[in-house]
């Protein structure tokens, strides 16, 4: 029995101690939370100003500034590039047209814009091959006129019995403002939409005989050598 309380009596205050240390390790935790609590709690100082904003906009204008020419040239190009690739199947469709005898001299019922003897830029529209690609009539950027080109008759020869070289010049329908035309061909990396003078394509073929007998193999080489003698042997 004195054996027990013995133990007893030294047990009683290591309970204490233990209780009391308990306590001040679950404190901590307390104090640690109350802490982290108010560093949240408080303003920080974040954020763009009005002059960073400023200096960023300002930054971003001349940086669209120094892009923009860039741009419209690049857009200007990509339309002149199509204009001319349309204009190239406007020129083949006249050098069609003149092969099948679609186009003939001196026809009322033909359409106007047979090659004529003379090489020299046109000083107006008239007379020239008109394609209206809007419906519109040939007087929009969208609308072509073609100047066929033949080499000089002689004689009374027709050329549609004997066949002839072909060069055709394909001009923009707005470029009739008053201004001289020119031969000059331009090109796609002119600058920009190109001068509206200037033939947007300059083509070159041969023009079998349309009527008559004589074989376009024949035509060809009567005109090559000189001498039709020769070309029948």
Same mark, same amino acid.
């Given at each position: 029995?004195?054996?027990?309380?013995?133990?007893? =009596?030294?047990? /009683?205050?290591?309970?204490?101690?233990? $209780?009391?240390?308990?306590?001040?390790?679950?404190?901590?935790?307390?104090?640690?939370?109350?802490?982290?609590?108010?560093?949240?709690?408080?303003?920080?100082? %974040?954020?763009?100003?009005?002059?960073?904003? #400023?200096?960023?906009?300002?930054?971003?204008?001349? #940086?669209?500034?120094?892009? $923009?020419?860039?741009?419209?040239?690049?857009?200007?190009? @990509?339309?002149?590039?199509?204009?001319?690739? #349309?204009?190239?199947?406007?020129? @083949?469709?006249?050098?069609?047209?003149?092969?099948?005898?679609?186009?003939?001299?001196?026809?009322?019922?033909?359409?106007?814009?047979? *090659?004529?003897?003379?090489?020299?830029? *046109?000083?107006?529209? %008239?007379?020239?091959?008109?394609?209206?690609?809007?419906?519109?009539?040939?007087?929009? =950027?969208?609308?072509?006129?073609? /100047?066929?080109?033949?080499?000089?008759?002689?004689?009374?020869?027709?050329?549609?019995?004997?066949?002839?070289?072909?060069?055709? @010049?394909?001009?923009?329908?707005?470029?009739?403002?008053?201004? *001289?035309?020119? !031969?000059?061909?331009?090109?796609?990396?002119? =600058?920009?939409?190109?001068?509206? /003078?200037?033939?947007?394509?300059?083509?070159?073929?041969?023009? *079998?005989? !349309?009527?008559?007998?004589?074989?376009?193999?024949? =035509?060809?080489? !009567?005109?090559? /050598?000189?001498?039709?003698?020769?070309?029948?042997?």
């Amino acid at each position: 029995m004195n054996k027990l309380l013995k133990d007893n =009596s030294y047990s /009683q205050p290591l309970l204490f101690k233990g $209780a009391k240390t308990e306590t001040g390790f679950s404190s901590q935790p307390t104090e640690s939370k109350s802490g982290s609590c108010a560093q949240k709690l408080k303003p920080q100082d %974040s954020g763009y100003t009005i002059i960073e904003s #400023l200096v960023a906009m300002i930054v971003v204008s001349v #940086l669209m500034i120094a892009i $923009a020419p860039v741009m419209a040239y690049s857009v200007a190009t @990509r339309v002149q590039a199509r204009r001319i690739e #349309l204009a190239a199947m406007a020129g @083949r469709a006249y050098i069609d047209a003149l092969r099948v005898g679609a186009i003939r001299p001196n026809d009322a019922t033909s359409p106007v814009g047979f *090659p004529t003897d003379t090489a020299a830029a *046109p000083t107006s529209p %008239s007379g020239l091959y008109c394609v209206d690609t809007d419906g519109g009539g040939c007087a929009s =950027s969208k609308d072509f006129y073609i /100047q066929g080109v033949r080499p000089p008759n002689t004689g009374t020869t027709i050329p549609t019995d004997t066949g002839y070289n072909l060069i055709v @010049r394909v001009y923009r329908a707005d470029g009739f403002t008053g201004k *001289p035309m020119t !031969t000059k061909q331009q090109s796609v990396a002119n =600058s920009g939409l190109g001068n509206p /003078q200037a033939p947007l394509v300059v083509m070159q073929s041969e023009i *079998p005989p !349309t009527t008559g007998e004589a074989s376009s193999y024949g =035509s060809l080489c !009567t005109r090559l /050598q000189g001498d039709s003698q020769k070309c029948t042997n």
